[in-house]
Each structure stands twice: as C-alpha cells, then as structure tokens.
C-alpha cells in the first residue's frame, strides 16, 4: 500500500555521451525514464511511498527498465506482456544553439494496449493519490480509455487525483491534445500544467498567475500549478495564488526536471505542507534534479532541505 | 558503377559490452550490421567494388548506419525515407552455456515499405553481380515482391544474381520461409545454404555434399555453398562437389561470419578464381572476421593472403 | 511475505575492468555482491520470492549496494545505520598463474554490530526458508550470537534453516571457524559445504560421497550438499548420496558460482524438486552464472531450463 | 562530379578525454581532422557535393582517417602512399587560463611529397570551386609548388577558386608565411583570412572592415572574408563590406570552428545565396559546429536554418 | 635530498565520472589525493625538489597511491606497513546547489599509526622546508604527537617549518582543532589559512588583511597568507600586509586548489621570490589546477608564467 | 646508485581497446613500452633497484612516459631534448589467426641523436649490471656508436654487460642486424636471444641448447639464455646447459614476456641464484606478466614465488 500511484509509459532511454552527436555515436548511455515514475521515485525521495504502475514487454529490455525503477526506491506492479515492443527514446545532449533533441521510437509498444481491468484497481483505491500525465492517451486510443477509467476508479475509491498536462507536440497536434486532455478534467484534482501549454494548446491568455486563476476557475480542480520553466511556478489552491521562483542551477541535465517538482509537491502536500511550502520545496527537488543525469531525481530529503534553508557552501568536508 | 550491387535492410546493433546482460546494462556499444551489407563489405575488402541499396529513415539513426558502412568503404545508394523505423537488434555476447543471443526491434521499418520502383534499376543492371538474402523478404509482404522483382530486373540485365537462404527463426516460421524463398528460386545463380535450412526449412536430408548436390541438380542454380559452420563448407558447380574445411580461429565476434564468407566467395569468383579457391579465400576471410568486433569483416586483402598461405608466427614488430 | 529470506554482508565490489592490476588501475567498476544477497537472487531468479536482511549505512554507499539488490528484483528489509562502515572488497581478475585476487576492506563495518532484535523476526518466521553463511559469525563476535540467535528463532517459527558453511581463510582461522561454526549446526537443516572445507575446517576425509554421508550422519542435518567445484557437487538426503557434475562453461567471473547454486537449489527444492533434480538445476544456473559479470545470477528460468535440457545451438536469432 | 574539390593534410587527431592533462592521460578520443576536410564537410553538410583529395599511408591509420571521412559523407579522391608517415596532432581541451592546446606530430608526412601530377586534375576541373589553405604550402616545399600547381590548373579548368589563409605559427614564421602565401594570391578568387593574420603576417592595419577592404582592393580577389572570432565576420564583394556578428553559442569543442564557417559560406554562395545570406548561414554552422565534438561540423541544414530562423526553444521533443 | 619534504596522508580518491551519484554509480575513477603529496608535487612543479613522507599499507592500494605520486616527479619515502587500511575518499563531483561532496572513508589506517621514530630524520633536517597540515594531527591522537615531534625535529635541524591550517569539519569539532593546532603554533615558521577557518575555529575577526596581521602578530610566524577562496589571498610578512587577487578559471575540479597555491608559494619563496610575487605565481598555480582533473596540479613552470605574463590567446596551434 | 642501469628507447603505446581494429578505433589505451625499460621494471619487481636512461623530448608525450615508468617503481635518468620525436607504436591486439600486430611510428626520435657523452657514465659504472638490447643500435647509426661506447664505459668501470639480441624485422634486415650487433658481442657478458634470431639472424643450427652452446663456445660470453617462446629457455653458463619449460598461462598481453623473463632473470643471477634458479624465476616472471595488459610485469615478487611454489588454487580470499 503506496502513498501514491502512478500510471504511464517508462521508456529506456538511449543517449551519446557528453555532446556527441547521435549520427556519430559508438557507445550509448542507457538509463529508464519515463513522467509518470521520474514522479513517483520523485516523491518517494521525498518521504512518500510509491508505486508505478506498467505494462511492459517480459524481455531483458522490459526487465532492465522495471530493475532500474526499483533500484531507485519504488515499488513496481507491472504487466509483464508477450506482445508490443518496449519503448525508446534517443536523448542528444546539447548546449545553444543546437539544444537538446529528443528522437521517440515509441510505436507499438506493450504499454499502449494496456486496459484498466488488467490492473489491481485496489493498489490505486488504497493510494492517496493517483498520479497520471497526459501523455499516456497521447500513445494510442485504447489508453484514452485506460487513462479515463483508472481516474475513474481512483476517485471512486477516495483517491485524490493529481495530473500533469505534459503536452508532447511529437506525439500529437495541439487540437487532438486539448480534445482528448480537457475530457479527463473533471476527474483531476490537482492539475500540474506548463504555462507554454496553457497558452498554446488550451488557448488560455495571460502572465502565469491568471492562467493558474482562470484554469482553477473555470474546472473544478482544488489545486492547479503553472509552471514556467526557469522562472519558477505559481500555484493556485482555495482560490488564492502563489508564487515561487525557481533556484539557480548549474545544469547537466535538464530531463526530468517538471517531474521532480509534482513528484516532491504531492510528496510534501501529503506530508501536510500548505501550498507556498510545498512549492518551495518542489523547486528546491527540481534544482537539485538539474545537477542530476538521468531522468531520476536521486535527491535526499537532506539534500532538499539544505537548498531550501540555503546552507550550501562550497566544497563539504 | 559496382561489380556487386546488394540490397537489404541493415539494421542498428546494440549490444552490452564484454558479456554484461542486457537486462543489467549501463553502456551500449552501437555498430551497424546487415547481413547484404556485411557482404558487400567483404566484398569490397577483397577487391570488388560494391554498392548498397536500401531505404532508410532520414533521422540520425538512419544517418548512423550509412556513415559507418560508407566509412567502411562501400558505397551506398539510399533512399531516405521521412516515414518507418530505423531497425535495431540487440546482442548479446555470452560464452557456453549462455550463447550468444539476438533480440530483434525492427518492426515498422523504413524498409519493410520498399517497392522495386524506388531504386535506381540501372545501378543493378549494370553490376555484374547483385546479391540478397533470405532475411529480405522475411521483412514484409510488400519486400517479397520487391525481392522477386529485382532479382528479375537483375537477370533482365544480364547481371548474375546471388542468394544467401539465410533463415531466421525469429522472423517466420520454416513453412512460411520455405514457400516464399523457393519461389524465388528460378531468378537465383548462386545459392548460399546453411545445411541446417536445407535440412530444416527445405526438407533436404544427407551431409553437406549430398545437400550441394541435390539442391544444384533440383534447381536451376549455377552454383550452390553449403555452410557447415566450423565444420568449413562445400561448394557444387558444374555438377562437381568442392570441400574446403573452415580454419582455426580465436573468435571474439561471431556475428557476420556467414556474410563475410559469401562477400569473399563473391569477389574472388568476379576476380576468375575457381570455385575451390574462392572457398578457400572465402574460408580464410571468415576466420579472420571473427577475430573482429562487429559485423563487418574489416580485413584487408593481404591478411586473407597471409591466412590461405599460412604465413603468421606470433608477434608482427 | 517471502518464500526465502537471507541475512549476512553485502558489499561494495570494486574491481579493475578486464585483467588491470589494483596496483594500476585508473578506473573501478561497482557492484553489490555478498553470498546471503546472491542466494536470495539466485533462488528469486529461479521462481522463489526473496528477501534480503542486513544492517547497512546510511550513506550513499549503503544506498547504492541496496538499490542494486533490489534492481535484481529482491526485496530488501535493512536497518540503516548511521555507525560503521559500508564493507568494500577489490577484485581482481586475472587467469592462471596469477589467479583471481580478493582483497577484503570489511572492518568495522555497519554489519558487525548487528543484533537480532534489531530485526523483524516474523519476517523470518513467516518465511519458508531461513539462509545464511559461515561469513557472517566470521565477521564479529556480535555477529556469532546473532547468527545463533536468528537461527533459533527461525526454527522456532517453523521455518526451515539453510547455511552455506563458506569458510573464507582472509578472515579467521580453520580452527575458529570449526569452533564456532560447529556450534550452529544443531540449528540447521540444510547445509552446504565445500569438499575443501569439509577436509580443511571440519577435518573429514574421504571423496565428496563419503563427506556427504559422515556429515549428514555425525550432525542432524535433513540435507547436506557438499559441492567440488568444476567437477560439481553431492547431495545427500534421507540417507542417500545423489551426484551431479558441473556444465561446462565459458568462465568470465567465477564470483558468486557457489551461490547461484546454492539459492536455485533451494528455490528448486521449496517448488517441489526431488533433490537429484534440484542439484541438477543447481548445476544449470551456477554454469550461466560464470558466463555473467558480477556475484549476482542474473538468469531467467527458461535459461536454466534450457541448460538443462541442452537445447542451445550456436546463436540465437 | 564534386561541387568543391578541397585538398589538404587530414591528421588523425588524438585528444584524453575531458580536460584531462596529455601527460597524464591513459585514454586518447581518435577522430580524424583537417581544415580543408573539415571544409569539404561543412559544405557537404549545407547541400555542396565535395570531395577530398590528398595522399595518405597505405596504413591502418591512413585507413583510418579515409574512413571516417567517407563517413561524414564527403567523396575522398586518395592517392595511397605506401612511403611517409600519417599526420597526427593531440590535442588538449581546456578553459582559461590553461586555453586549449594542440600539439604537432606531422613532421615526413606521405602529404609532404605529394606532387600536383600524382592528382586526377579533372577532378578539380570539373569542379565549382577548387578549395585549399595556407596550411598545405607550410607543410613541406614541395607542398607549395604543388598548391601553385593546383590553382593554377582549377583556373585553367574555369573552376573557381577559394583560399583560408589559416596561418599557424607552430608550422612557420610570419615572414616565411606572407612570403609563401602572397605568391598564391593571384591564383585565387576567395580569400577567407583572420582580422589577427592580416594584421600580424601580412602587416594590415585597421579594423575587420578596413582590413578586407584593403586586402580586396590591393589584390584581385572577388570576395575577401575576414573573420574575427567570437565577434563574427565581414564579407568585402563588389567593393561593399557585409558584416555579420557571431551567434553565441555553448561550446564543446572550438576546433573547426572557421572551417565550418568558410564550408557553409562557400556552399551557400554557390547555391546562389548572396554574401550577406551567406555569410548568416555560416555564422550559423559555426555556432553549432561549437557544441559538437571534433572537428567535423555534423550539423544538418535544417538545424542550420533554425539557428537563422531562431526557432529553438528548450528541450524538442 | 629534496629542497622541500612534507608528511601526512594521501588517500584513494573514488568519484564517479561527470556528476554521476555516488549511490548510482558504475565505475569510480581512481586518483591519488591528499593536501601534503599535492603541496609536494606543485612545489615539484614550480621546480623544487619534493619528497613525500608517509606509512602506507603494503597492499596493492597503497602501492597504488606511492605509483601515482612518483608518476607526478616527486620523491616518496614511505614506511610500508602490514597493518592498517589504506585511506580512502569518495568525490561527487556537482554544480549548485548540489555542491561537490566529499565522504570519507579513512579509520584505521596504517599512517594513524605513524610515530616519529618510524621516519628518516635527516630527511627532514637536510631540507629546506618541512611542511605538514591541520589534517595530519586531527587522524589519531598518535599524529599529534607525530605531528608535533616532526615539527620539532625540523626546527632543530634548521629546517623552515610551513604549515597549512585546513580544518576539516568531518574530522573534528572547531573546539578539538583549536586545541590541538594551536599548541603545534610555536613550531611553525609559515601558516597558511583559510579566512573562514581564522574566524570560525580560531575566533579571530575581520577582514582576510586584519586576520592575517593579527595571526602575525600574536604568533611567532614569520609569514602569514590568509586565503579566501575565488578572492585570492593575502600575505602577511615582516609585518606587511600584501593582496592577490585569484585569476578567474574554468573550474573542472576544484580540490586541491588549495594545495596548488602553498606548494607555489613554497617554492617560489625557496627560489628567492619576495612575498608578493610569491603569492602571484601561486594564485597563478591554483587557476590552473582548477583546469585539470584531480587533486594534482600537474602543470608546467611556463604555463604559471604564461598565466602571470596573461600571454594566452585563444587556441594554440 | 641502482644494481642495474638500462639504456634504450621507451614508445608511448597506443592501442585499441580489446580487439578492435586499428582503422575502426574511436579510443586509444596509452601506456608506455621499451625493452629496456620493461627489463628495468621486472629486475625491480624481484628486488633489485634500477634506473632507466634515455634521452627523451621536453614534451607532454615525453613526460607522459617518463612519468609512468616512475610509477612503476623504477628511478629514471634522462636527457630532456628540445629537438626530436616521442616515438609511438601502435598495437593491434588479436587472436589467431589475425595475430597481434605492431606499427612502429619511431622515426626522426629525440633518442635517435644520443651520444655517450650525454649521459651520466659514472650512474653506468656504479651499477652491477648494465643492460641494453639489439632493439637500440637499429634506430640510428648515432646509436649504434652510442651503444658500443656505454657497453665499453660499462665493461672499464668493472660493470658488467647484459644484452638482449631482439631482432626486429620491421627495423632492419638480417643481414645489417647480424653485421652491426656481432661487433658488439666482444663486449657483452650476458646475452639473451631468442633461438628464431640464432637461426635467421645469426646463421646457427640445432636445437636450443645446441644453439646456446655453440653462441656460448663461439664468443667470450659468460652467460646465454636461448629462449624459445611457449617452449621455455635454456641457460648456457660455464659450459653447462639448462633447461626450463615455460609456465601455463591464460595470456592477456603477450608483449613484454621476454623482458619480463630477462629482468627477473638478472635481478634473481644479482641476488646470488645459481643459472637454473634464476631461470625458473624468470619463467614464472615472464608466465605472470602475460596476464597483466601492458609492457609492464606489475608482479610481486611474492607473486612470482607462489608461482614457482606452485601454491595457487582458484579464488584467493
């Protein structure tokens, strides 16, 4: 029994080393990552326990996926199928201007015939909160449905639930997206959507703080955060907004980084931070993440707490 | 223009290094392999000149593979497509009692969409030999006419044509394979067979030499190679039976051994040796790729020389 | 609730890649390896649940020997410490004459101050099997009584209990460990021991049948294995000696060879196994365990499976 | 048939990884690098059809440079040498104030002898642009009738002909070099030249803007490129002088950096461009070639246009 | 008989590659580091003769260490011992707010069990300058009396006595160090300290200038240099206060910056340098070791020169 | 002052890793190696001291090998030049029936131009053995004088002289090797030859020990081991000949066993073994160097005792 659930696609991820270039590569660095377990190893560094819930091909490339997720901390229920391939993704690490590209090789996957029966529904009705992003129904129609009847189901149970709205504009045009996504609101509680997506998939308008007002507003969601990049995130809760800036960082990897953030503010919510706690903390994991390769955040929660009390200096010795 | 023109899909190959388990892997080593290519290749290293055909993803994966058989010398004659995958396999490498074993991810490739009437048919035509393989039409429904349709365009051209059966167990079943390859049959001068699928998938039966000799007097072939792995080959022409045993060798990379062999074969017999001697080159060409990492047997000709003449003593300095 | 649950070290295993002298080495590679952790993944591996108890650091030295067992699919139930040291051990490889070298750097480890009531005793008790090692007590006069004492309670919970005598002469005498391991044996069920030791440590003399015999008979054993390396091992059980010799195999770490068949013989025995055929699957895994870098079996069931009924044939695609 | 025809040393380039210190290294990168391959690579990389010549050892490590040329796609045109060694060079990454360092090893090269009769001068005739640097006339007297020789016979061919003056003082003096290099002069139509050599060798004074007009007024040169590193670069055509400012940009590796640019400027003008537009591409491919290690700027033109377009945002995918 | 001789411990330096965790690390990379060997060896480098005093297990890790150190051109005299561990310490390295970490593994080594007895005294006595640091006496309480005999030994042969302050928090409390320091005073002829150590361990107030005089003052030093950090330094001499700024650098490692800057110090003074070009060619020394990878500043008298003379310029080729 | 003084050049070492091929190399393993050096570290391996002397460029390439030979432990004497090459070799390392391939890159060397005069004669006529080899007087004529002259200076200071012949036909012919290195017999008291060089170079018939007798009878040698590769070697010493079978060994790096062999062999005749104890240490020497990767025997000397002793039984730990 986990503090809370989460459902989605964890992908291995393939990446050249340092700045070298895919076309060009001899060796690749493999790592797993995926939204919805980068959340839930986020919060489960936090102090809550996790559990990421799967469909995944039973090869030594599913079993490497799924040992990596478990040797990071959280547990693992999982589907282990004989048919669909493992997803993939190809990660090219760059600085500006070529910027860091991601290749999906994500097609036919085990996961994207994953259907809400095939799962214990009682490991989502006995969490306290079920996570989800919206790229799982980007992957196929047959996980629209799952997506929907597993919110479902949590809300069902008692189970809040928790979402972010991680628009992939490599896996579908913003119209299917704002269509489908908008669909699932009514069962979201708490909605995790970057500013960008607000305004570029659901047509929304203004700074990131109106954004958070108008989308707290017009569904019916008890908390909604807007995250805006390297500029910190505003989060909206009881109708009152509040901000946080993000921490400088020196980045080695910046994959991962909005999932350390929802991973460490469900944590802390649970945990019982208001809302202005709970950000400062989610921003202290995503700093922290940024200095981290890998789409892991392998923080501490002493880690976390130094960059928030701001005790860091120099070389520890 | 290229004495030997092949066409096939090569793919990706991702494999752990030293005998790690893929399941436990960290690090992948990328090269590129194909069985056509890997002949082609070869046949380049012993003097021939050789061009590739395929269809090919235009992303850096596909990107990958041409830039690495171009730096091996071949030429490539690609049509990039903005549509499919860019095929992979995993290996991985084990001593007995593991093996060594293949994990194939090439559904939905760029190629399995190839049709005869997107390659240039003068480059074939204008060869003097064109080669494929049995892995070819294993790939899809619409490669199986594209198959049977170069050959035929390369016979209409006066260009002879060569064929390893090569079955895969992973891609079709014996029945499948041998309803699909036998009709291709008639279009085929020279066939390569590996004993085991004249016995398996064609229903031969009697020892490497029978098997040359039934299948060249059944079929049409001018000349057919039965391979017996370490047990070296045997080769039918103009109804006679050559024997050439396999040479000794520390194998660190097994992969591409066959193709290394026919790719040698090939050339010496476009260069006008007899079919004994292009055995032996063959053979000789064939110990020595295994002594090499990845597919592609990169030997010069000279070191082949030194083999067939038995010249090595220890240390070169 | 797990079907076997083991207790003793893990440590951090450091060693040169390849063949690279300690003395020279510029680079090490990690893993977790201790032979209670590599019977609790060997016997998992096979179908068996596991579960691996210790005492560990709260450093990221501890985290990283227990994010790696449970990446192998174990779970782990460990007291972290904020006293003692992660132990470490540099390995190196090397063939005949040099030989593979262990280096111990084990002292005041976290471990050694371990006391049974530290522990979740009904995790022991609620288990089928209880296993541990001759390593263990060498480790601290603390760790004497706690073997002792967890032994004790195992059986007093019905839970069967299986040691591995593992003798290691880098940490004590022949004499103290016959002294202090002998006194164990009232409270064991099932042991295993090397020939070596049973002459070298116990002092008995004969072949490996009438080791097995004398011990089964002079002790209280239901079970006494007594293994021989590559020439394989003995099982004696309800007063009859079964045989089995070792696969042959293509070593490339020897490490842990001994515990990849102790934790499938168990696993295979809790399925139901007569003894001849779980010292056969025994076998089977310990062979594929030498063809894997690092102390843990990383196997399948199939694999072994096919070990045993001989179906490899060159490589697999 | 090659758009540009470029001809030069290319030297393997042997560099430890990271920043660590040559003396201390026990690990070299291997890539193969030279100005004019680096400049038939750029252009090939913006849409030019180009090709290499040079004369290289008929080695493994003459090979080896071949190789990965063809690789990135370029056409190479090699006379082998079986006399002279294979230009190499180590380099040694590092930030202020230690600064990069590159250390010769280039000294009874097979390129040293190469003379002007051993080349397929149709090659060049056929050619658009015939392409070399002052590089080539420092590396041997020879070198140098053969660089006048091949100039010449491009102009005699119609080809036209382009010029980087590339100065290098670990190579030869000042004066030795504006001796040499102001012979070629009217031989060529392209004069690409840095601000520092124009003033320090040919002893201009004035700004960059001044500079190129001076150095295409005093001379007969249609275009005159001076570049001035991070602060971009200033095209003289037609009596006007174009400047374009450099794009900032994370660099990894600032090797290559002016040939990218001139391989860019040059394809772009012959693909119709005016000198200002092309003078913004190669400002482009510069950019990006900085955040690509090696010397090879493997860029695609898509990513060239969006740099010009300025279309990155954060993380594609 | 070297022109300078320092003791104390030199430890193993384990970190995994780039800013990898130390809890998901694969591979460690293996140095040698400790601040009295690094103070040798830059001492070395700026073109004193350097030895090396120390007790070092007789095991490959302490062969590992002497190796190294001779590798960087210092003399080393060690006292090999059957007892004892090798010290050891684990480097994360990391940007902010993450920040390098260092953890310790160093009980129960072989040199805490050093006496004076064990050592060469004429070693010391035929030397210019002893030099040894706070690290030495805070490892047991053998090493005080060590610390402080060896001192006296120095002083009584006529050797010059330097000292560097470096207070490490995980080894001791501010109160033990102040103590134990303080008492080791009247030995000392140069004290280098950190500005935060003068105010947080010894209690004195001020800024770098102030803290420096009152050392000198209260003190019989003859030489006080007071450091802080990315600031630079300031020296205290007869009574005169002088400043250097630090050189702005790329920093890739920043351990053993420190070390850099005494050991130049040292060495510039035994070559006749008065106190402020001292302190420039050791701010110069300590940029460039923040260039290389290591605790070592292996760096060349002509790079520090280049440095002082600012003649770097962009690539040199 | 060093029992044993050697002189010669000592290559950087490049090598693909594995049994890469050289012309696909992406990295390089760099170690240093020379005869004379490798002799110099194995003499100091088995107890006795030694020093190297060579004339080497001032140069990061050049310090890297001094720096590593330090680190092996021996003391190094050398002329730093500002004029002349590091010499290279690059090393192919492979299996039959490709076989282990060197190329040479050691032309125009700084160690091509040393004289006698250069070095220190009086560090030759305080040593007990002085030691150089066929290898030497084949890189220069320079040399060959400069060879003969520090085998005089040896012999007048009452050194003695040892000299292995190393012929290598990828340096000279036969017939210069035999012309050039019989005029330096006169002056040897030791010498080393390999029965293939007796044979091919020198014209002598028979068996090994035939050989060694008729060497021994026909010059004023006092000792000549004759040795015979995987078969072992044979002493000639006071008219007596003996035998000794080389060990097993799984063989990592066949370069550098006859040096191994004769530095032992030297370094045990100097400790007071009689002719066939100094042969079985120098075999057990050479057995173990070959599963150590590099030039280098890193053994111990208790290493080399167990394996005389025959004591070593799998797993040590």
């Known amino acids: 029994m986990s503090d809370i659930v989460t459902f989605g696609e964890t992908m291995l991820r393939l990446s050249p080393p340092d700045s070298e270039r895919l076309e060009n590569a001899d060796e690749l660095e493999v790592r797993a990552g995926g939204a919805e377990s980068n959340v839930a190893i986020a919060a489960s560094r936090l102090g809550a326990s996790a559990t990421w819930l799967s469909k995944v091909p039973e090869?030594?490339?599913?079993?490497?996926?799924?040992?990596?997720?478990?040797?990071?901390?959280?547990?693992?229920?999982?589907?282990?199928?004989?048919?669909?391939?493992?997803?993939?993704?190809?990660?090219?690490?760059?600085?500006?201007?070529?910027?860091t590209n991601v290749i999906y090789d994500r097609e036919n996957t085990a996961i994207s015939t994953a259907e809400a029966r095939e799962f214990d529904i009682d490991r989502i009705q006995d969490a306290?909160?079920?996570?989800?992003?919206?790229?799982?129904?980007?992957?196929?129609?047959?996980?629209?449905?799952?997506?929907?009847?597993?919110?479902?189901?949590?809300?069902?149970?008692?189970?809040?639930?928790?979402?972010?709205?991680?628009y992939r504009n490599k896996l579908w045009s913003p119209d299917?997206?704002?269509?489908?996504?908008?669909?699932?609101?009514?069962?979201?509680?708490?909605?995790?959507?970057?500013?960008?997506?607000?305004?570029?998939?659901?047509?929304?308008?203004?700074?990131?703080?109106?954004?958070?007002?108008?989308?707290?507003?017009?569904?019916?969601?008890?908390?909604?955060?807007?995250?805006?990049?390297?500029?910190?995130?505003?989060?909206?809760?009881?109708?009152?907004?509040?901000?946080?800036?993000?921490?400088?960082?020196?980045?080695?990897?910046?994959?991962?980084?909005?999932?350390?953030?929802t991973g460490a503010f469900i944590a802390r919510r649970l945990d019982g931070d208001d809302v202005p706690t709970a950000l400062e903390y989610a921003a202290a994991t995503a700093s922290l993440k940024r200095t981290i390769p890998g789409d892991a955040a392998l923080v501490t929660a002493d880690e976390v707490e130094a960059v928030v009390k701001d005790s860091s200096e120099g070389i520890s010795r």
Do not use: C, M
């Open 59 to 99: 090869t030594p490339l599913g079993r490497r996926v799924v040992g990596e997720l478990r040797g990071h901390g959280i547990e693992t229920d999982v589907v282990w199928s004989h048919r669909g391939r493992q997803g993939t993704y190809y990660l090219e690490h760059a600085g500006e201007p070529r910027g």
């Open 128 to 166: 306290q909160v079920f996570f989800t992003t919206g790229i799982t129904p980007a992957l196929s129609t047959t996980l629209r449905d799952t997506t929907l009847n597993l919110l479902k189901a949590a809300r069902k149970g008692g189970t809040s639930t928790a979402f972010d709205f991680n």
């Open 176 to 261: 299917e997206a704002r269509e489908t996504l908008t669909k699932l609101f009514p069962g979201i509680d708490i909605l995790v959507i970057a500013a960008r997506d607000a305004r570029t998939v659901l047509g929304f308008e203004g700074d990131p703080r109106q954004l958070a007002h108008k989308l707290g507003s017009q569904y019916d969601f008890t908390t909604v955060v807007v995250t805006r990049g390297e500029e910190g995130a505003v989060g909206w809760h009881d109708s009152v907004v509040h901000d946080h800036a993000a921490y400088e960082t020196d980045t080695v990897d910046p994959i991962g980084t909005g999932d350390a953030f």
